[in-house]
């Protein structure tokens, strides 16, 4: 069984950082690609960000591209999503996801088989 446990959210300041950290469990994770959606208060989840397995390939939205990075660990079986200049937009739960078919990368929430409990971030302006 894949479990997904998503960790370092909190309350930022507009312009602030944040590192949000996935850490999976379960057969065959380190082979799966990786992905971030987040949801904010009546709005649908949407894609953030995707890891492939090897950690080479990345997928970002646009409204993201250039603040965020996306890298894993897979010794430590981790991937970690590194928020830089937030906006309060940005403001969300966010939602670590494992696809396993992993290629190519994708935006598309139903490509997503495994999910996290998700992890409240708020920017406040």
């Known amino acids: 069984q894949v479990q997904l446990i998503e960790s370092g959210g909190g309350l930022v300041q507009t312009g602030g950082s944040l590192r949000l950290s996935c850490a999976a469990s379960g057969r065959g994770v380190s082979g799966f690609a990786m992905g971030w959606f987040r949801q904010a208060p009546g709005r649908d989840r949407e894609f953030v960000s995707e890891v492939s397995w090897s950690g080479q390939n990345t997928l970002y939205a646009d409204s993201v591209k250039g603040r965020f990075t996306i890298s894993r660990d897979n010794e430590k079986h981790t991937v970690f999503l590194q928020m830089n200049s937030l906006k309060p937009e940005d403001t969300a739960v966010y939602y670590c996801?494992?696809?396993?078919?992993?290629?190519?990368?994708?935006?598309?929430?139903?490509?997503?088989?495994?999910w996290g409990q998700g992890t409240q971030v708020t920017v406040s302006s």
């Open positions: 996801a494992a696809d396993t078919i992993g290629w190519p990368l994708s935006t598309v929430e139903a490509e997503y088989e495994h």
